[in-house]
């Protein structure tokens, strides 16, 4: 069984070609169009606010999409995973600020079995802004822990 971030794209091998090189391996246009099945190379295309001339062949490709400057159509960029992208997914980071007995246990100050526990955290991402636990899906949390006690 696959895990992880994978590549979606059926012309992987195409794909990796022509980030190695435009010029190298199979047809750049026969590539994209693996994928980009909506593309009909001998007319106008447009998507996404862009417009791309007709491609009659493949001498034209890199002056939009050369993998060697950044920008949404570098090809690198265009098929970014967004788990892999820092501008989609800016990694969730907790810090935990406090952790006490939560209203109802004993008030003796100790984490007892079985009792309920207040805990503080701050949520950024990872370029330090906050994140909000109403802009996250999941908001339920399970806390355990081993504790070794006297014998």
Not at 5 to 13: P, T
Not at 66 to 75: E, H, K
Request: aromatic share 6%; net charge negative.
């Amino acid at each position: 069984m696959l895990r992880g971030v994978r590549s979606a794209c059926a012309c992987a091998a195409a794909f990796l070609s022509l980030l190695a090189g435009f010029a190298r391996g199979p047809s750049v246009r026969a590539a994209c169009g693996a994928c980009h099945d909506d593309v009909d190379f001998t007319t106008q295309y447009v998507a996404n606010g862009q417009a791309m001339p007709p491609q009659p062949d493949d001498s034209g490709c890199t002056i939009c999409h050369d993998p060697q400057f950044p920008g949404p159509l570098n090809v690198r960029d265009a098929h970014l995973h967004p788990l892999r992208d820092p501008l989609f997914d800016s990694g969730v980071n907790f810090e935990i600020l406090d952790l006490a007995e939560a209203a109802g246990g004993n008030g003796n100050g100790a984490l007892d079995p079985g009792e309920r526990i207040a805990l503080s955290v701050t949520i950024r991402d990872d370029a330090g802004g906050d994140v909000l636990v109403s802009w996250m899906k999941i908001t339920s949390t399970q806390v355990e822990s081993l504790t070794n006690t006297p014998g």
